[in-house]
């Protein structure tokens, strides 16, 4: 599934620089204008869907740095114990910003620089075939593909383009100072942030590359039984983990750590714990920051860090701690996996707004999207939502309960029904006025500042 992650990146470059295109031309960050232009109906319920996404990625922070605690300390801190120590990174951020965005920035780089290192030893240390490595970037197929491939795949997606970063990276640009009424200068701020989001994406691609060619190499075909007798041999304490049967081995975050253990030795465990503890606080951070300017900017309400960290981290926590306690690590991650596919049924709630307001000259006079961006954006803003509801369809069938079909299918109708609210104003500003009815998000640029009146969507 490399050729996903390749996919997923490059339509990540994409939405970063719109985002990044509006901060700088506007002023504004993504909420702000959605507080601005959309009706207070669609508008609350757009912030609901980016805060369950935020929560979303906290949750995942949770998990992760639990299971990163529980392999560092050999188990001898349980992961329920895990999850209450990441109440931790709230004072640790909190310190952080109490010294500007610039430290901050720094210490996300110093995360990022340690996920590199610990990803790319596992990578140099299991030595996957270069040659497959390259063909499944960029030759797509998915031969034998299944419920759980596809799970796998729409998780990629949602893990790359994550939503909250849309709304992050336009409300980053704006710490820059920029002279708006200067033309040719808001043109270099343009370059220089499409560069450092160039930079930055190449940087996940690669750690991504690195990660997912491990768990290629390293587990593909192997069975429990083999698994069982390496990691006696290597006198592990996580042979017990894994059934002493020929079924084939399934591993995630945790028993994939294990495995490296018992393989390539004790090193390569604690090594690659390392990286998800690193990958976890990174993601506190992101999200952290999306939180307070999303709430801010579609509510107009402002709290402090403190309590904005705590309040997402609370409801984090919660059914973390449930699951860490009666359940076991195998729900824990799978835990994981479902929040990466919740991003991605979030994603147009970030997409298609973006791709909306860069797309109306009354906002971005003259860098508002030619016709080459608004059919690139048009065609990503179809292919995701056709895969999320290729996705809903797969998993509502799996449910085999009539109440879970209907729950399914009030909840599906409910978010398409708003995914195609948000996609029938893109489309207007796409340029297709003919499905205008009274009503479209194009209102001029001095009106930014005031609520917006509309027509028959009200």
């Known amino acids: 599934l490399l050729w996903v ?39 609350i319920l757009l912030w609901l869907m980016v805060e369950l996404a935020i929560i979303g990625v906290d949750m995942q922070e949770v998990i992760g740095s639990a299971i990163a605690i529980n392999l560092l300390s050999v188990g001898r801190i349980p992961l ?16 952080l910003d109490k010294y500007g965005l610039r430290k901050l920035e720094a210490f996300f780089g110093f995360l990022i620089t340690i996920m590199a290192l610990t ?49 992050l990276h336009s409300a980053l640009v704006k710490s820059r100072q920029v002279d708006r009424a200067n033309k040719q200068e808001v043109q270099e701020a343009n370059k220089y942030f499409f560069i450092e989001s160039c930079i930055a994406l190449f940087v996940s691609f690669i750690i991504n590359i690195f990660v997912i060619s491990v768990f290629a190499e390293a587990f593909f075909e192997k069975t429990n039984k083999q698994v069982v007798a390496v990691c006696k041999n290597s006198s592990s304490a996580h042979a017990h983990l ?13 028993k994939g750590g294990v495995v490296l253990g018992c393989y390539f030795g004790p090193a390569a465990l604690y090594i690659w714990a390392v990286g998800i503890l690193a990958a976890g606080h990174s993601s506190t951070m992101t999200g952290t920051y999306s939180g307070q300017f999303v709430m801010e900017g579609f509510l107009n309400l402002k709290w402090s860090r403190f309590a904005r960290v705590s309040l997402t981290r609370s409801i984090a926590i919660i059914p973390a701690l449930l699951i860490a306690v009666f359940q076991d690590v195998e729900h824990l991650t799978g835990m994981n996996d479902f929040l990466n596919v919740l991003q991605s049924l979030q994603l147009p709630f970030a997409l298609i ?46 449910l085999g309960h009539v109440a879970l079909y209907m729950v399914a299918a009030v909840v599906s109708v409910a978010y398409l029904s708003f995914v195609f609210y948000l996609g029938w104003q893109c489309f207007i500003a796409l340029g297709m006025s003919f499905l205008d009815c009274g009503h479209t998000v194009s209102v001029s640029k001095v009106l930014l500042t005031k609520e917006t009146t509309s027509g028959c969507t009200k």
């Open 242 to 254: 894994f059934p002493d049967d020929n079924s084939t081995l399934t591993v995630d975050i945790y």
């Open 353 to 398: 707004p973006i791709l909306t307001f860069t797309s109306l000259r009354p906002v971005m006079s003259e860098f508002a999207n030619g016709l080459g961006w608004r059919i690139i954006g048009g065609i990503v803003v179809l292919v995701i939502c056709f895969i999320n509801m290729y996705f809903v369809v797969v998993y509502v069938q799996g």
């Open 119 to 167: 990803f790319g030893y596992e990578y140099v240390t299991v030595k996957p075939s270069q040659t497959q490595v390259l063909q499944g970037m960029f030759l797509p197929s998915c031969s034998g593909c299944r419920t759980p491939q596809i799970i796998q795949a729409v998780a990629i997606v949602g893990a790359v383009i994550t939503p909250h970063n849309i709304y």
């Open 5 to 43: 992650v390749l996919f997923s990146t490059i339509m990540g470059l994409l939405l970063q620089s719109l985002a990044a295109r509006l901060g700088v031309v506007t002023g504004l960050h993504l909420a702000e204008v959605c507080h601005r232009q959309y009706p207070r109906v669609p508008r």
């Open 80 to 95: 329920w114990g895990g999850v209450l120590i990441t109440i931790a990174d709230t004072l640790i951020f909190l310190f």
